[in-house]
């Protein structure tokens, strides 16, 4: 039968809604499969597949992946089937070692009326090793990161950085000094630019203070610029990076933070990030937030506590702007507490 369904996968952090639309099968064949997009979660590809018929149920499968020696990833996730004509459907949670190439398969066999919508939630993934331990894979955005610090600068001036060969100006934290390079600032930001092209403090005394970073954030900023920035440093230092960017007009760095923090984003820090989102102008970020609370229907996991909170410490732009996406989405905005 003809493909009237679309196949493509919209994608929040960990969350990923297929919306199925128009007829998907047919009474009389013998079998009958639907298959999305590829979509990428936590850095690797899924597919989703939605059979009839034969073994009817929702598959999700890993697509080929070589993973190091003695090494597995495991994952739970959850399956929900939600439909304007038919009752929310939650599948069991999931903890599995997935084999590329084969998939999971939650047996459900129900004749939902379109359009209705597929989601699965990662809940966690972790790397098993040899010996029984296991740690989390939380860096959605290597390959993109990896990318990213490479075109900016080459991987070689790392050493010039650590060494501080033919340094030139001082870098003043909030409880340190780090050395670094007029040319490097200058060539990856404006505002740094600016400082060295004018009759400025920073020019006349070669100081940049940075009291608002302590040393170690610094320094992964300094390494982002020259190009060696290693993952879990970006990731321990994200938040206070994408001020930084910001407040330095540092585009790549703005885009790398903003997309790593959509990458994991839930409902126990949406609010957190739609707020830094809103102080630092991060456009993508702030949109990526609102399209989970209200379009993937995550406003009511957030608990009334966090939404009061949330409600009396926002910047009232803010608030009002939360408000209307609330009236739009047919929700009755909460009391705000005083």
């Not at 003809?2 to 099968?25: C, F, P, S």
């Not at 954030?217 to 970006?234: D, W």
């Not at 910047?315 to 909460?334: N, T, Y």
Request: net charge neutral.
């Amino acid at each position: 039968m003809g493909n009237t369904a679309g196949t493509a996968v919209d994608v929040r952090g960990r969350l990923a809604h297929w919306k199925i639309a128009g007829q998907w099968y047919s009474e009389t064949d013998a079998f009958t499969c639907k298959i999305s997009d590829t979509f990428k979660i936590n850095g690797w590809n899924w597919r989703l597949y939605l059979e009839k018929n034969r073994n009817p149920g929702i598959r999700i499968y890993l697509e080929p992946y070589q993973f190091p020696e003695n090494q597995l990833l495991v994952v739970r996730f959850v399956l929900r089937v939600t439909g304007a004509n038919c009752e929310p459907i939650i599948s069991p949670l999931y903890e599995a070692v997935p084999e590329t190439g084969r998939g999971w398969c939650w047996p459900i066999d129900r004749n939902w009326q379109s359009p209705f919508v597929i989601s699965v939630e990662f809940l966690d993934f972790k790397i098993s090793m040899p010996n029984g331990t296991s740690g989390s894979t939380k860096l959605p955005s290597v390959d993109k990161l990896q990318h990213l610090a490479a075109q900016s600068t080459a991987r070689s001036l790392s050493h010039v950085l650590d060494d501080s060969v033919h340094a030139d100006i001082t870098i003043a934290t909030s409880d340190g000094k780090l050395q670094a390079h007029k040319v490097i600032l200058i060539a990856r930001s404006p505002v740094f630019r600016s400082m060295f092209t004018h009759d400025l403090k920073e020019k006349i005394s070669s100081t940049i203070e940075i009291k608002d970073m302590t040393s170690e954030s610094s320094k992964t900023l300094l390494r982002f610029l020259y190009g060696s920035v290693e993952q879990e440093e970006f990731w321990k230092h994200r938040l206070v990076l994408l001020g930084a960017a910001n407040k330095y007009d540092i585009t790549d760095l703005k885009d790398a933070c903003e997309e790593s923090l959509l990458e994991d984003i839930d409902a126990n820090n949406v609010l957190d990030r739609l707020q830094e989102a809103w102080l630092y102008e991060a456009g993508k970020l702030k949109r990526g937030c609102f399209r989970y609370l209200f379009d993937f229907g995550k406003i009511h996991h957030v608990s009334r506590e966090e939404m009061h909170d949330f409600l009396r410490k926002a910047d009232r732009e803010l608030v009002v702007k939360m408000f209307d996406k609330m009236l739009e989405s047919g929700i009755a905005p909460p009391l705000i507490p005083m």
